[in-house]
């Protein structure tokens, strides 16, 4: 056994008690390569892009003076097809 909850249903008076067990075990590594979603990357939108510059603010992302790039979450960036733009 796991873990054991407690769900109450107000309307009917009534407390249930569940249990998680464990019926399956299994090795497991982590995916290092795999970028999160909402992770921040730097896109490169040259001057006179202005369709792709419009794409990106409306996606939510936002141009970074200092560095003279785009910022974006990964998966706003890869939904609008732009992982050949990604810096770093």
């Known amino acids: 056994m796991v873990c054991v909850r407690y769900r109450y249903d107000s309307e ?5 008690k ?13 995916d290092t390569k795999r970028i999160p979603a909402n992770k921040i990357i730097d896109l490169k ?6 369709h792709l510059g ?8 936002r141009w970074n003076r200092k560095k003279k790039l785009w910022e974006l979450p990964y998966g706003e960036a ?4 732009l992982e050949d733009r990604i810096v770093g």
């Open 12 to 16: 009917n008076h009534k407390r249930f």
């Open 18 to 30: 569940t249990m998680e067990i464990i019926l399956e075990e299994n090795d497991w590594f982590k």
């Open 45 to 50: 939108i040259v001057y006179g892009e202005t």
């Open 78 to 81: 890869m939904a609008l097809g």
């Open 54 to 61: 419009r794409l990106v603010r409306a996606a939510g992302g």
